[in-house]
């Protein structure tokens, strides 16, 4: 089993910015590749970012290109999301996923639990 545990929610004010963590551990094999996304109350969970286990390709919604951020540490087992520019349409539950991650129980995608991100008008 792989647990993914977010950090760096909160609430802050329209334009302000925001670092999300997500840690990940248990036993592994090979690389995968991992990313952020978003629920708001009322929508379905949406896609916000996604880089590759190497960190060379980052992939972004629309909606947060050229403000958000999305990068690795170099063991690979965190990741971050940066988010500057805030506005109140990116208030949302964050989540952390890890996709086609190989562990002795076969391979499998990954959730954290979720970190709240309010950001007010």
């Known amino acids: 089993q792989v647990q993914l545990v977010e950090s760096g929610g909160g609430l802050v004010q329209a334009g302000g910015s925001l670092r999300l963590s997500c840690a990940a551990s248990g036993r592994t094999f090979g690389g995968y590749g991992m990313g952020w996304y978003r629920q708001a109350p009322g929508k379905e969970r949406e896609f916000v970012a996604r880089?590759?286990?190497?960190?060379?390709?980052?992939y972004y919604a629309d909606s947060v290109k050229g403000r958000f951020t999305i990068s690795r540490d170099n063991a690979k087992t965190t990741v971050y999301l940066q988010m500057n520019s805030l506005k109140p349409e990116d208030t949302a539950i964050y989540y952390c996923?890890?996709?086609?991650?190989?562990?002795?129980?076969?391979?499998?995608?990954?959730w954290g639990q979720g970190t709240q991100v309010t950001v007010s008008s």
């Open positions: 996923n890890a996709d086609r991650v190989t562990t002795p129980a076969g391979i499998g995608d990954y």
């Open positions: 880089i590759s286990w190497s960190g060379t390709s980052t």
